[in-house]
């Protein structure tokens, strides 16, 4: 009985040897998960995990979208002329089908009237005067006009409607940052500017025109 006690008693492991162990084993399993751990900086899980970034988008397509829309322009003039004479044929023959109107894309240089809201009419000269132009120039760029202006982005072409509602919101926003920055929107009134950008014909005597050039001269 004696020598089983004692052997019981020497095979304890003593508190120190317990401590030690665990220590290691803590140390072997922090190794492994470092090992299995992947760094992600900031701002690049989107891009890691496929999913879409309306920062990135806009970065990327903004200056494809503002070159096709200065290459598909029509004069102002021209185009109320055209519209005057037939509205669905200038649509078929200047716009691009939209959801409840053609997009058009238009240049002209006039005179900036009155604003509200960072919307501007303008008159220019050789359009009737019963055709109101207007001009955003933000903070607020509303609707999809930069989208859809030039028919080469689809709904398609995005996993869902929020995605392709954000394309939408990522151009406004990039035109807003290279085009709409560089200007005083408070002080334009009476101002001559230029402008290349594009419009949704619903009213053919009223253009909400959002722009992807703006000069103030």
Known sequence: MSFQAGTSTNRRVKPGVRITIASVATIVLLAAMALDTKIVKIGS??????????????????????????????????LATA?????????????????????????FTGVVGAGKSGVYAVTVPG??????????????????????ATGTI???QFTNQIEYQNAGSALNNEMKKQVLSKIDNSNLTGKTI???????????????VTPVKLDVQ
């Open 45 to 78: 899980e989107a891009s890691d995990s496929g999913a879409f970034s309306p920062d990135t988008y806009g970065t990327s397509e903004f200056p494809k979208i503002q070159t096709a829309i200065e290459g598909r322009a029509v004069s102002a003039d021209t």
């Open 194 to 208: 230029s402008v290349v950008g594009a419009f949704q014909l619903i009213n053919p005597k009223s253009w909400l």
């Open 83 to 107: 519209i005057a004479a037939d509205k669905a044929a200038a649509a078929k023959q200047y716009g691009i089908p939209g959801g409840i109107g053609p997009e058009i894309s238009v240049k």
């Open 154 to 156: 689809h709904f398609e």
């Open 127 to 148: 359009v009737p005067g019963d055709v109101m132009i207007r001009v955003q120039t933000g903070p607020a760029i509303n609707g999809t006009d930069l989208r859809d």
